[in-house]
């Protein structure tokens, strides 16, 4: 495990692309951390770091950290920073998870919150 030096993802963003901001960061360090551009344990900025690297909001680091745990390549633990948990496989970056289906079923998608005639809430999915 690599203490005492963080480790800064090397990303680089495209603003004119409709893939947002987040999802840029999480792929790119995925394939960083599938390449042994950057090894397991090793301590990644924290989001603020992050964010100011990047030029982003913290919100949008914020955002692509939690993607990137939620699929399980990185872990945050109190008092030790966030640090890689473990390479992105080839199962991982083809099939992705369930945050990939959820992700290719644009969910959640458009909701428009409408009322019936007696005030009750309808959604309409559009």
């Known amino acids: 495990m690599s203490r005492g030096k963080t480790f ?10 409709e893939t947002p ?3 840029q960061i999480c792929m790119q360090m995925a394939r960083a951390f599938e390449d042994g551009a950057m090894p397991r344990g090793a301590r990644l900025p924290s989001t603020r770091l ?4 990047l030029g982003v909001s913290r919100n949008t680091a914020s955002a ?7 699929d399980g ?6 008092g030790s920073g966030t640090r890689i948990e473990r390479h992105a496989g080839a199962a991982v970056a083809s099939a992705g998870g369930l945050n990939k289906v959820i992700r290719q079923a644009q969910y959640p998608s458009r909701v428009l919150p409408i009322a019936d005639a007696d005030g009750n809430a309808l959604y309409v999915r559009y």
């Open 73 to 78: 390549l990185i872990r945050g633990r109190h």
């Open 64 to 70: 692509a950290y939690d993607e990137l745990a939620a």
């Open 21 to 23: 901001l987040y999802r």
């Open 8 to 17: 800064v993802p090397p990303v680089v963003l495209d603003r004119a692309s």
């Open 50 to 53: 992050l964010a100011r690297i």
